[in-house]
């Protein structure tokens, strides 16, 4: 008889253990929407380690109005991307065809879903939730 559980102590435990497994779940859920997205050494396109050179990329008055963190091929080619819906672009690099100019535009779009996201009710909640103290504590 001496090792009867208790019940209420057993649900409280569980309780306690599952509510400790959603906040993980939760932060994993953050940590893994800012490591992928807002992560300033790498490039937000190709995913290549940026190395600042003294300000270079930021000095360039072209790169300067690029609203994504490129490395230098990539913001290059956003700006050809740029420069062909306008109707110019580097005639040089015809490989660089509707398809190309597609598969810039679906990138684009995902980069506006991802910060949609990031401004949505319930993502804003659960930033609110991580702040917060855990109320069993």
């Given at each position: 008889m001496g090792d009867v559980i208790s019940l209420g102590?057993?649900?409280?435990?569980t309780k306690t253990q599952r509510a400790a497994l959603v906040k993980k779940q939760k932060s994993m859920a953050v940590q893994r929407v800012f490591q992928c997205i807002h992560c300033t050494f790498k490039c937000e396109k190709?995913?290549?380690?940026?190395?600042?050179?003294?300000?270079?990329?930021e000095k360039n008055p072209h790169l300067s109005r690029i609203p994504y963190c490129f490395c230098?091929?990539?913001?290059?080619?956003?700006i050809d991307y740029i420069?062909?819906?306008?109707?110019?672009?580097d005639p040089d690099c015809y490989w660089r065809n509707e398809i190309w100019l597609?598969?810039?535009?679906?990138w684009i779009d995902y980069q506006g879903a991802i910060d949609?996201?990031?401004?949505?009710?319930?993502?804003t909640q659960l930033m609110h939730e991580l702040k917060q103290p855990h109320p069993d504590r």
């Open positions: 102590e057993k649900q409280r435990v190709c995913g290549t380690q940026i190395i600042r050179d003294g300000g270079k990329i230098e091929s990539c913001a290059e080619e956003y420069d062909r819906l306008k109707g110019f672009g597609q598969v810039w535009k679906k949609r996201y990031l401004k949505s009710k319930e993502f």
